[in-house]
């Protein structure tokens, strides 16, 4: 999926790349929004809980689940179907806000589960819409760096310097996850 929204791609099925990304940001963002106001809403209802503890505790298991490997979770993708199907702003629109979920799809990092956690733990609608926010922000940034493609060689190449950084990226996903986890902590000590 990650190339398929491009310009490259968006001009050969007669699209506007700039309406599909803009639909399919949107649409991130909007999904990331609706699960973490959801999780936020579902945490006010809740007792109060020691929160900065509980959310240590939810990214250092997410840390060691990423170190151990031991997700992905799920095996549903995005429906490629859709490319030929649908408009350029429906379909970016709708792989948006299914990405922006986080869990309609293959959930590829634990570190999406703590995210998810962390919205709960805001125990407010407020909070959780800005955990979700930034969730669904941080999961459009792949797709719009393949923007700057200008050809089929340089696409190709781009996404494979991308595959090569996966490893570099799930160990600073593990180690980002550690520390925030240990800082948490720290703060709930305190």
Do not use: K
């Amino acid at each position: 999926m990650l190339t398929s929204i491009t310009p490259l791609g968006e001009r050969s099925r007669g699209n506007r790349y700039a309406v599909t990304i803009t639909a399919y940001v949107v649409g991130c963002l909007l999904g990331g929004a609706a699960i973490g106001l959801l999780l936020g809403a579902a945490g006010s209802l809740l007792p109060t809980l020691p929160a900065l503890l509980l959310a240590g505790i939810a990214c250092l298991v997410a840390a060691l689940a990423d170190a151990r490997g031991w997700l992905p979770l799920g095996r549903r993708q995005v429906d490629e179907d859709w490319l030929a199907s649908y408009r350029g702003w429906v379909y970016g629109f709708g792989f948006g806000v299914q990405l922006g979920f986080g869990v309609v799809t293959i959930v590829t990092s634990a570190a999406t589960v703590a995210v998810l956690a962390l919205a709960l733990l805001t125990q407010s609608p407020a909070g959780g819409l800005l955990v979700g926010l930034v969730f669904g922000g941080a999961r459009a940034l792949p797709a719009l760096l393949l923007g700057r493609a200008a050809s089929h060689g340089e696409l190709r190449s781009m996404a494979a310097g991308l595959e090569r950084r996966a490893p570099a990226a799930a160990r600073a996903t593990v180690t980002a996850l550690a520390l925030g986890g240990a800082v948490l902590l720290i703060g709930a000590a305190t």
